[in-house]
């Protein structure tokens, strides 16, 4: 009578049970904020480009953001637009909030006072936030025919006629740039109805699931480059050498990935040494 | 303070109880779960109500001078009534009268969307691709074959063209035509491995946010007050 085995270390690889790896993966996270290990964060061509675009602009030009994401996404999307805004305030670029998530307008207003938290730029003259609008595609295109019949009032219910920012910008000829931070398809929407049709300058941040939707715009020039997930935020924050957010969640990201990959190697190897082990049992 | 601690520490217990759901679905969980969407519900209307219906639609018919306009804009009843007539859906036997304001934004939406879409997807996205395999550097980079941007570009062609014949299904994939749509899957599998690696990405941001939050905005603080910080 044969002796049955036990399972072999191999077989444990292929049933790690689902806590151990919550468990590896929350160290792998919460680790470095306790004690940073500060990897390298290197600094991708789509993100520099767009910084270029931005560093050149003049003194004076007004760029658009479009708060297009919610709570959900604000992990990689806020230190973003904190890190673009920071950077445009720097170049005393103006910038004008939008958004078409009605979680953006309020998401919008807590960017801006991070990046304004010396309190030096004023709002209606160097930044303003125009509010939430529904029907995207209605929105986008009623802004390249005049911003002010589509927003009537900012943000604080202030008529936009009267804010000092907005007076001389009424289409996307006067907005230098807009960059649509966005969780969802409406960077597309920009692309077509802003860019295609009434010739605006569009670049992109979105989350790294949509990353890689954007590339082919990215490719064809129709995106003047673009911020994908975490990274492109701590690639932002390090072109205008003010780490944050993006940086500090840099550090988990890397060892956390490095625990994924190392845990899909294992269990792949496994995978090839049971199935081995199995064939040769059955040749004997 | 009072205020913005309270918020600080109720969101700490939502996000909390959203974690619990690793172990399993549970009370804390379900509850979390359903202020979430009762929240955002109402969240939603009072915002559309703000920012929507009051400059757009109810100013300028009732108050014009809050949106700086001399005179009530009385053509804006016709899409207001577009919009009540959305929720005829609710209404037993009215259903019929909310397929005409859907009717009306179906045929603008298609009417504005179908060109834009052509310029911006398909003849933006052809043009790019019409790229030159051979590509010389400029006299002022010090001229000669610039190889690692022809070799993108003969890459980019071969990709296009091997994936699109993986999507050509009036011919059998056997013989040649079998070889380059096996080059496609390639391609696509490429494409999946780096959408993966986006999305693990991108949930563990997810992630990174919630632990930053309750590390840096209400466990370190909390400490502080009580002095052990």
Known sequence: ?284 | MFWHDLGIWIAAALTLAVFSFLYRDNLLYKAAEHIFVGVSAGYWVARLYNDVLLPDLIYPLFDPKMVKLAHPQYLLIIPGLLGLLMLARFLPGGFWLSRWPIAFVVGVSTGTYVPVAVQAFLLDQVGATLVPVVVHRAAAAGGGMDWATSLGNALLIIGTLATLSYFYFSRPHVGAFGAVTRVGILFLMFAFGAAFGYTVMARQSLLIGRVEFLIFDWIRPTLAALGAG
């Open chain 1, 1 to 284: 009578m044969l002796q049955e085995q036990g399972p072999t270390i191999w077989d444990r690889l292929l049933r790690v049970p689902r806590w151990v790896i919550y468990l590896i993966i929350a160290a792998a996270v919460i680790f470095p904020f306790l004690h940073p290990l500060r990897f390298p964060v290197e600094v991708s061509q789509r993100t520099r480009q767009l910084y270029d675009y931005i560093d050149k602009l003049p003194p004076g030009s007004v760029v658009c953001l479009a708060f297009d994401y919610g709570p959900s996404t604000m992990a990689e999307l806020q230190p973003m637009a904190v890190a673009v805004t920071r950077h445009c305030f720097r170049n005393n670029l103006a910038v004008a909030g939008v958004a078409l998530d009605p979680w953006g307008a309020a998401l919008c207003d807590a960017a801006f006072a991070t990046a304004n938290s010396d309190g030096k730029k004023k709002e209606h003259v160097d930044f303003v936030n125009l509010g939430y609008k529904t029907g995207y595609s209605a929105v986008i295109q009623g802004m390249g025919l005049n911003i002010h019949e589509v927003y009537k009032l900012d943000n604080r219910k202030t008529p936009v006629g009267d804010i000092p920012l907005m007076k001389n910008v009424r289409t996307y000829q006067d907005l230098a740039i807009v960059i649509d931070l966005a969780s969802s398809s409406t960077p597309q929407a920009w692309i077509a109805f802003a860019g295609a049709r009434f010739g605006a300058t569009v670049s992109a941040g979105v989350t790294a699931v949509m990353a890689l939707d954007m590339y082919p715009y990215l490719q064809s020039g129709q995106l003047v480059g673009m911020l994908g997930g975490l990274k492109g935020a701590a690639e932002y924050e390090k072109l205008i050498n003010q780490p944050d957010q993006g940086a500090l969640g840099m550090d988990s990201q890397n060892l956390a990935h490095g625990a994924i990959v190392l845990l899909v190697l294992l269990a792949n190897l496994g995978y090839v040494v049971t199935r081995r082990q199995a064939r040769r049992r059955q040749e004997r």
